[in-house]
């Protein structure tokens, strides 16, 4: 079945950048799009972006332009969140997502999530 | 800046009743890609229902989702004591390709 893996917990500085990473198994790693969604304390889900490996291109949510890297390894069938210029309120919950589908709108409807990778900024 | 905004905040029941749970979308939501989520404290969010009303495999029958245009609803008839959680609406789409949630309403057991 359809796995993802994050990587560990991180506690970062303001202004530094933090890298976290979400390993996927079963089920096709190419065609499928990954996304990056995070939760703060006691809030909704926000949405960061997304890559499609077979494309290599990502997508960014308009909140985290100029700041935020999304990257796939198909050689490790890997995806990476690199988020840069971390604020005290960038302190949350970050998931890794599948989409239900291989395709237009069910890229972002998520099915199958990481465990979470929880990144505390402090000073 | 489009903004889904759910209602109840809280909702208090208790079990063998019906649930019912809403979802406003500031602006009109033009396809059926609507979809509820479901998230237990510690775990990540679980999809039951997309496309407006199709449940998700394994979801049971008694969860239902519904709505068009600006106003969506996510009913559960005859709580069972695992369904007392939170819950998140979600609008997606592909052109441009986005994702928002709503801010969660928490179902407690009266």
């Known amino acids: 079945q359809v796995q993802l893996v994050q990587s560990g917990a991180e506690m970062k500085r303001p202004g530094s950048s933090v890298k976290i990473s979400c390993e996927t198994s079963g089920g096709t790693f190419s065609t499928y799009a990954i996304s990056w969604v995070r939760q703060a304390p006691g809030q909704g889900p926000e949405y960061m972006g997304r890559i499609v490996p077979i494309f290599g291109t990502p997508n960014y949510a308009q909140n985290f332009q100029g700041r935020i890297k999304i990257t796939a390894d198909k050689s490790t069938n890997t995806v990476y969140l690199e988020l840069s210029s971390l604020r005290f309120d960038d302190t949350a919950l970050y998931y890794c997502?599948?989409?239900?589908?291989?395709?237009?709108?069910?890229?972002?409807?998520?099915?199958?999530w990481g465990q979470g990778t929880l990144v505390s900024v402090s000073s | 800046e489009f903004v889904l905004t759910q209602s109840p905040r809280t909702l208090s029941l208790s079990p063998g009743e019906r649930a019912t749970l809403s979802c406003r979308a500031s602006?009109?939501?033009?396809?059926?890609?609507f979809a509820w989520y479901q998230q237990k404290p510690g775990q990540a969010p679980r999809l039951l229902i997309y496309a407006t009303s199709t449940r998700a495999t394994g979801i049971p029958d008694r969860f239902s989702g519904s709505g068009s245009g600006t106003d969506f609803t996510l009913s559960i008839s005859r709580l069972q004591p695992e369904d007392f959680a939170v819950y998140y609406c979600?609008?997606?789409?592909?052109?441009?390709?986005?994702?928002?949630f709503g801010q969660g309403t928490k179902l407690e057991i009266k």
């Open positions: 602006q009109s939501v033009t396809s059926n890609f």
């Open positions: 979600q609008q997606y789409d592909s052109v441009p390709p986005m994702s928002t």
């Open positions: 997502a599948r989409g239900l589908g291989a395709s237009g709108a069910y890229y972002t409807v998520y099915l199958y």
